[in-house]
């Protein structure tokens, strides 16, 4: 059973900096692509990060150059470094991976929130 375990929650003010780490329980190479959705409150959950196998990462337009996704392959760890955080970034956060068969794991989310 792949579980992955997301941390780092909580709340920020404006301007300030977060750090979501996701914990896999098997080895990072077992996955295809790994990410970060968030889904803000009546919205539809968006894809904001992802870095695959070989260490490609993409970003939504909303976060670049303040979001930087990355891994540590030994810890079996998968984070989300946000800057600047605004306002809108507000939502629940939620690692998502997918194996080779388009197999997809989630998650069980963590919030952040960001006072003005």
């Known amino acids: 059973q792949v579980q992955l375990v997301e941390s780092g929650g909580g709340l920020v003010q404006a301007g300030g900096s977060l750090t979501f780490s996701c914990a896999a329980s098997?080895?990072?190479?077992?996955?295809?692509?790994m990410g970060w959705y968030r889904q803000a409150p009546g919205k539809q959950r968006e894809l904001v990060a992802s870095?695959?196998?070989?260490?490609?990462?993409n970003y939504a337009n909303s976060v670049k150059g303040r979001f930087t996704i990355f891994r540590e392959s030994s810890k079996k760890t998968v984070y989300l470094q946000m800057n600047s955080l605004k306002a809108e970034d507000t939502a629940a956060y939620y690692c998502?991976?997918?194996?080779?068969?388009?197999?997809?794991?989630w998650g069980q989310g963590t919030r952040v929130t960001v006072s003005s």
């Open positions: 870095i695959t196998r070989g260490g490609s990462a």
């Open positions: 098997i080895i990072l190479s077992s996955f295809t692509a």
């Open positions: 998502n991976s997918y194996d080779s068969s388009q197999k997809s794991y």
